[in-house]
Each structure stands twice: as C-alpha cells, then as structure tokens.
C-alpha cells in the first residue's frame, strides 16, 4: 500500500531523511518511535506530498507522489492525516468541519457527508457536538473530531504525528481508545507517538528511527522486550 524507496530529505545540507527505505502492507498498523527531530514527522509528510524527497521514490496506493506531475485529488481521498494540534476551523461547527472537506473535494452531496459525518461523530463519542464549535471543546474532544474528519474522506491509509502529544494528561486516554479502536478495523495506518501502550496494542510493526534513519523493525515484542539494540533501549529508558 505504501513503498518507500530509498528515500532521502535535504533541508539545505541537513539531512531529515537519510536513505529511508520502507514497505506497508494493506491494512497494516506502523507505528513510528523515535527522539525528537529523527525525521519521524518528514517522513509522513512525504508520504501524503506535504513535502517532496530530494531522493528516491514513495508510491502510495498506486499513486507516485514524488512524481513531477501527482494526482492530488487522488491523494487527498485517499490518505487522511491527524495533526498534533487538531487544525479544525475555528468558524465552522464540528459537523461542518466534518463534512467540508468530501463536499469539496470528492463532491459528496451534503446530505450524504452530514449523515456519514454524523455517524463518525457518533463512532468518537461526540453525537451530541455536532453544532458546536471548536472553541468549546476540550482538546480530546478536539482531537476527536479531527479524527471523524479523517474518517469522512473514507480514505485507505490515516497518518498520525503525535495525536496526543499537545493534550492534557486526562484527555490522552479518550484518544488512545478511538485510535486503538480504528486500528481494529482494514484500514491502513501509519501513527507516529511515544504513547508505547498504543505501539503494544495497536501496531502490527514498529519502526525505530534515529538522525533520519530506520534503525530497526520488528513487532513490539520483538522491539521492547526482546531488543537487543542499545539505541532502542535508551530510548525507551528515558521515555518510560
Ligand atoms: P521528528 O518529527 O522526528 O521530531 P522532524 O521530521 O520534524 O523530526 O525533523 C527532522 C529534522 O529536520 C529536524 O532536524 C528538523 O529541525 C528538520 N526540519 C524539519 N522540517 C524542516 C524544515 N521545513 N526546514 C528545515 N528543517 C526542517
Ligand atoms: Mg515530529
């Protein structure tokens, strides 16, 4: 579903990405670890076309997307990202932030994005918000409905950088269980975090990454209890 190839990323002479090379499965659930500023974050953003290689190559469902010419269209339908910080619109209503994006980008009738859209309101426990806006929501609440959003392009593969990094403490967990929750059902995932309950849980694969570099691969077993790579347990030792 997604095939990285090789793929390299320069900010001028600094290297985010280094010769990363990587294969996703249909319906596979990764979860990326790694410290801050390992390249965890240029790699997604590489995968959905926010930012372009300057080596190799990444094919997502067919779609070339360090090709000169991508299908955007495409793309967009088919991978849904969730940010850190939620990006909702702060003028729209939860259900309108739910719906904009299948009205117009896939051009879904209106009718049909509020009733899906509602439904994936329901699915994250926020039935009851649909009119409200942004701004009088708790962060996971937030958080929430920007998975419902995701949810509502009926994409193939969802990225996650860091959910639950910018949430207080208490509204972490209400996230952890929708994304555990999802990981449940074919889609493909890709989840970037230092939550390793939700690595144990939910990834069929984890993927260590160090100055721009896939380290290791294995399942959490294999890489949290079974490692025998230093980088990884020092890694983990100072995030548990
Ligand atoms: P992570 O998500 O693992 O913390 P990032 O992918 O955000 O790491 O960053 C990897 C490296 O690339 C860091 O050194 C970061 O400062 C650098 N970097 C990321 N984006 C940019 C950018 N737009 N311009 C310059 N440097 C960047
Ligand atoms: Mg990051």
Do not use: W
């Amino acid at each position: 579903m997604i095939s990285i190839q090789n793929v390299s990323k320069q900010f001028g002479s600094m290297y985010a990405l280094s010769h990363v090379s990587l294969e996703i499965e249909t319906g596979e659930k990764i979860v990326i670890i790694g410290p801050s500023g390992s390249g965890k974050s240029t790699l997604i953003r590489c995968i959905n076309g926010l930012e372009r290689p300057t080596e190799g190559r990444i094919v997502v469902d067919g779609i070339d997307v360090t090709a000169r010419k991508v299908d955007a269209r495409k793309l967009y339908a088919d991978v849904a990202m969730v940010f850190q910080d939620f990006n909702l619109y702060p003028h729209k209503t939860v259900l309108e932030n739910v719906t904009i994006a299948p009205m117009r980008v896939q051009h879904v009738p209106r009718e049909e994005a509020e009733r899906s859209g509602a439904e994936y309101l329901q699915r994250v426990g926020l039935c009851d918000k649909v009119s409200e806006y942004p701004a009088k929501l708790s962060g996971g609440q937030k958080q929430r409905v920007a998975i419902a959003r995701a949810l509502n392009m009926h994409p193939r593969i969802i990225l996650f950088d860091e959910p639950t990094s910018a949430l207080d403490p208490e509204m972490i967990q209400e996230v952890l269980e929708v994304i555990k929750d999802l990981a449940k059902s074919n889609i493909t995932m890709v989840i970037v975090t230092h939550e390793m309950g939700l690595a144990r849980e939910a990834a069929d694969r984890v993927v260590f990454m160090e100055a721009g570099q896939v380290v290791d691969t294995g399942t959490p077993r294999e890489l949290f209890d079974e490692a025998k790579n230093p980088r990884i347990q020092a890694f983990l030792s100072k995030i548990l």
